[in-house]
């Protein structure tokens, strides 16, 4: 499997172009790949080392998506419940490289959408991503 940057491009780019996407990441090294390569795919991006800044910094209307470590200084699953108790009804990423099938499950029922584990390469996050902020189809 290739993985640059010019794989992870969704057939139906003009669907999710300037998608604003919210990162919360404590690794500065992936933060900032991150923020890199989304911004290089066509997202708008916010990124934060932690999640009670990002949450006390940005309106969560103006959000598409969530990308969230799961552990930081603040956790990644307060992050999802206070975004849920908020109304936040838009996808949410969990990235981490500490999680077990049960955690999976749990996570899910609080309120994610989908797990990446860690590492993971650009081409498997823009699939992702674009799964996630990809319309539903109506009958």
Same mark, same amino acid.
């Given at each position: ?7 992870? +491009? ?49 309106? *969560?209307?103006?959000?598409?998506l969530?990308v ?47 797990? +990446?584990?860690? *590492?993971f ?17 109506? *009958?």
């Open positions: 499997m290739a993985d640059t940057i010019f794989d992870a +491009l969704p057939a139906n780019l003009e669907k999710v172009v300037m998608a604003h996407i919210l990162i919360m990441e404590d690794d500065d090294l992936l933060r900032n790949t991150l923020v890199r390569s989304l911004i290089y795919l066509g997202y708008q991006v916010s990124a934060y080392d932690d999640a009670e800044p990002a949450l006390q910094s940005v309106d *969560p209307t103006t959000i598409d969530v969230t470590d799961l552990r930081m200084p603040t956790r990644g699953s307060e992050a999802i419940r206070t975004l849920r108790e908020k109304g936040f009804t838009k996808p949410i990423l969990i990235i981490s490289g500490y999680v077990v099938p049960r955690d999976i499950a749990h996570l899910k029922a609080m309120g994610a959408n989908d797990v +990446l584990l860690k *590492p390469g650009v081409s498997e996050l823009g699939e992702v991503l674009h799964r996630l902020l990809e319309p539903a189809e109506t *009958p």
